[in-house]
T-cell receptor, first 111, second 115 residues
Framework: SQTIHQWPATLVQPVGSPLSLECTVE??????LYWYRQAAGRGLQLLFY??????ISSEVPQNLSASRPQDRQFILSSKKLLLSDSGFYLC??????????FGSGTRLTVV | GQQVMQIPQYQHVQEGEDFTTYCNSS?????IQWYKQRPGGHPVFLIQ?????EVKKQKRLTFQFGEAKKNSSLHITATQTTDVGTYFC???????????????FGKGTKLSVIP
């Protein structure tokens, strides 16, 4: 069966520090991968999506970037975090079937 | 761009009462999906509706897709404390031509159930 792993679960980082969040999917090949951010426990904002290795589309211009170095690995990065980057970051995958499968998320607090 | 509005934002109900959340899109949708997020958790896919006027049931949950494929609703009969969480609808614009990665989420309805 397919599983999605996301880590770390929580992270507290100072302003100006770098960020790297990793997401991996098991049990499937060539999934569509997504990074979402959820602020204040509410709406989901799509940040990036990827339909294949090295293929990244950005939905919102911001202080973040994403990479997909391997088929089932999706990484969210920042060179210098801002206070406004705080939030709940969720990785998700999908394929031909309906619905997205979300990872357990990373709660990032920038201080 | 496409917007998906969801009402109400919050709903407090007594256990055993019914609950309904409504979802409206600014554009016609090719399909609509519903997710549930428990407090402190991540969204979990519940169901997808594709056909105009479609109605699907999952135990006490009834999902409807409007005839014009621009609105949807989720109705829970006789709520239980296990229903607590935020319910999101998410739609795919039928004109986006870009596949499922153009899923746009509503802001969700947060349901509280008073025992």
């Amino acid at each position: 069966s397919q599983t999605i792993h996301q880590w770390p679960a929580t992270l507290v980082q100072p302003v100006g520090s770098p960020l790297s969040l990793e997401c991996t999917v098991e049990g499937t090949s060539n999934p569509n991968l997504y990074w979402y951010r959820q602020a204040a426990g509410r709406g989901l904002q799509l940040l990036f999506y990827s339909v294949g290795i090295g293929q990244i589309s950005s939905e919102v211009p911001q202080n973040l970037s994403a990479s997909r170095p391997q088929d089932r690995q999706f990484i969210l990065s920042s060179k210098k975090l801002l206070l406004s980057d705080s939030g709940f970051y969720l990785c998700a995958w999908s394929q031909e079937g309906p619905g997205y499968t979300f990872g357990s998320g990373t709660r990032l607090t920038v201080v | 761009g496409q917007q998906v509005m969801q009402i109400p934002q919050y709903q407090h109900v007594q256990e055993g009462e019914d609950f309904t959340t409504y979802c409206n899109s600014s554009t016609t949708l090719s399909n609509i999906q519903w997710y549930k997020q428990r407090p402190g958790g991540h969204p979990v896919f519940l169901i997808q509706l594709v056909k105009s006027g479609e109605v699907k049931k999952q135990k006490r949950l009834t999902f409807q897709f409007g005839e014009a494929k621009k609105n949807s609703s989720l109705h829970i009969t006789a709520t239980q404390t296990t229903d607590v969480g935020t319910y999101f609808c998410a739609g795919v614009d039928s004109y986006s031509g870009a596949g499922s990665y153009q899923l746009t989420f509503g802001k969700g309805t947060k349901l509280s159930v008073i025992p």
